[in-house]
Structure formats: C-alpha cells, structure tokens
C-alpha cells in the first residue's frame, strides 16, 4: 500500500507556514504555533523535526532546506539553520509537558 505521509512535506508546511515574512520574531511566531497547535500537532512537528534531523541528508542538504522553507535571517540570530531547528525541537518538547 502507498503511504502518502511524507515527513519533508509536513516539515516545509510548518517552516513555511509558520516562519513566513509577516512574522514579529521567530521566537513569537514559534510561541504563536505552539499556543494555537493541540498537543497532539505539537508531537508530530518534533517527530518530523527529528526525522528530518536524523536523516541521511547531508549537513548542507538540511542546512539548505531549512533556509528555502523559513523567511528567518540566520546571521540575525546567530544560529545555523541547523542549531535553530535544534533549538525549535527543545522548545516545542518542553512547551509539550505543560500542554
């Protein structure tokens, strides 16, 4: 049976639907997903997060991917794209235990 789940495709709909160019911040636009999401959404973004993370693309694939789908200025932050998305993870898992 064809599975038409594809974790690269809900992971650019929440970069890109959540870090677009309308946004204050990153931090209040990842702050808005999380307030707004049910925790059970907030679950399957960090498994996507992380299986994205732990996929065999290379480090430039991810980092590249990462900057296509988020209107984030990363010098800005002074993240990688890659310690960024980390840090996303971290948040989203302790914004989870209070949910």
Do not use: R
């Not at 707004?36 to 694939?61: G, R, Y």
Request: aromatic fraction near 12%.
């Amino acid at each position: 049976m064809y599975n038409s789940y594809d974790y690269l495709e809900e992971l650019e709909d929440f970069l890109g639907g959540t870090f677009h160019q309308d946004i204050g911040s990153p931090e209040q636009a990842l702050n808005e997903f999380i307030n707004e999401v049910s925790k059970e959404c907030l679950l399957s973004t960090i498994k996507d997060c992380e299986k994205f993370l732990n996929s065999n693309l290379t480090k430039q694939e991810k980092e590249s991917f990462i900057q296509n789908n988020a209107e984030v200025y990363f010098p800005a932050i002074e993240l990688t794209p890659l310690q960024w998305l980390n840090k996303l993870v971290q948040q989203m898992k302790e914004a989870v235990k209070t949910k």
